[in-house]
């Protein structure tokens, strides 16, 4: 409990000049045609390359996929993917593609090539990853073993306390014993850590 409000406070408050927001799953409350971010947001969603464009201008891109790409998800994301690898090109400054549960559109053997080039190249256009994901193990290799920040809510999972204890270095007594809202975060560069809780 936590992740996706930390991804999107740490959105708000982070100097960027565009957040890519993948937005497939529907807001709790809200309406059925509005995605989660679009709507804790207050944000109108972008469902073509019109409204995609608009919103990169205002900084914050909310892409429903579901008017396009309706039951091909996968589609959806790697043609998101390529776009805003594209885009980043030509815009200044630091840029974030947020994704929720990535391990959706990957598999532990393989990532997409458009998500493969914001992994290993986006660092070049100013583009970076923020992935929000419950069971961290299910997650490419690719994926984890780029990963500069680590922020870690309450797991539970044998294999997900197991993957944060060896791939990043968290004690899972720790993480297994988090209260809702609490987090510990790792640089894995510094290896420093942090530790906090999420006010709503």
């Not at 429903?64 to 805003?84: I, V």
């Not at 986006?122 to 780029?146: D, H, S, T």
């Amino acid at each position: 409990m936590g992740k996706s409000t930390f991804g999107l406070r740490y959105l708000c408050n982070a100097d960027l000049s565009v957040r890519f927001l993948f937005d497939p799953d529907p807001a709790e409350g809200g309406p059925p045609d509005v995605g989660e971010f679009a709507f804790r947001l207050g944000l109108p969603p972008a469902r073509d390359l019109f409204e995609l464009s608009v919103a990169t201008c205002q900084g914050w891109v909310c892409y429903d996929p579901h008017t396009h790409y309706a039951g091909r998800l996968e589609e959806a994301f790697t043609m998101f993917c390529r776009w805003a690898y594209e885009k980043s090109l030509s815009i200044p400054g630091k840029k974030i593609l947020m994704v929720d549960e990535i391990w959706r559109y990957v598999s532990p053997q393989a990532i997409p090539q458009e998500l493969s080039e914001i992994v290993q190249s986006g660092r070049k256009r100013g583009l970076y990853l923020m992935a929000n994901i419950q069971e961290p193990n299910k997650l490419n290799g690719a994926i984890a073993n780029g990963a500069s920040e680590v922020v870690c809510f309450k797991l539970q999972g044998l294999r997900s306390l197991e993957f944060v204890e060896k791939t990043y270095g968290f004690d899972p007594e720790e993480v297994s014993s988090l209260q809702p809202l609490r987090f510990v975060a790792r640089n894995q560069d510094s290896q420093g850590e942090l530790r906090g809780r999420i006010k709503l």
